[in-house]
């Protein structure tokens, strides 16, 4: 019994996972990705959130509908904020090549290139953050460099776990039809839940 309820539970995870990859992609055309990307990365979050941690089945499709719509305007301000701090890193990164002296230019560029590390891991405790906690737009990313930097174990399996995933999809392309995105952002939240608080609701704070 309990091994067909595990098996029942890893195919419904399956399932849902399968489903939540076609409608991020789905919503993410119909925003013309520029409107559509975050608010449908927001709410794919927020499915697998409930999946984790309040565990129970819930109707996917509503559930995304629901979060694509209250986000919308609030994830679009946090994404582009976000992708306004990667602009400007690279930015840095294409002034520090004119550099003709080469000691300034190498210290410059392995400064960028650590800052660029952090920013890069930081991002993937954002969108976790984002739906678990009521926050001000700038807590969210004081949070995520806190848990990159306080959780260094959590942060070495989600590279390494994430490492796993796209290795798997190089040998096995078709599965990115399957899973996409949806099975990175499953592992993303999952280690991140980890560092959170197991209560229910859809937003907590501290």
Known sequence: ML????????????FNL??????WITFSLLGLIVFGFFPSTVALFA???????????IPVLPEFIKQFKNE?????LMGY?????????FLDFKI?????????????FNLILVIGIFYA???LYIFPLY???DFKLIQYFRYACILTIARPFHTIMLIAFLGAILFIYMYIPALILLFGISLFCFVVMKIAALSFPRKQGLKESY
């Open 18 to 23: 399968i489903l939540l990859n076609i409608l």
């Open 47 to 57: 499915v697998i959130r409930k999946f984790i941690l309040e565990d129970e089945d």
């Open 121 to 123: 891991i930081s991002i």
């Open 96 to 108: 520090v090549q004119q550099i003709s002296n080469d000691y300034l230019q190498i210290m410059m």
């Open 72 to 76: 919308f305007m609030k994830s679009n």
């Open 81 to 89: 904020s976000v992708t306004f701090i990667g602009v400007f890193l």
């Open 3 to 14: 091994e067909k309820r595990w098996y029942i539970r890893l195919g419904n995870l399956g």
């Open 131 to 133: 739906v678990h906690f």
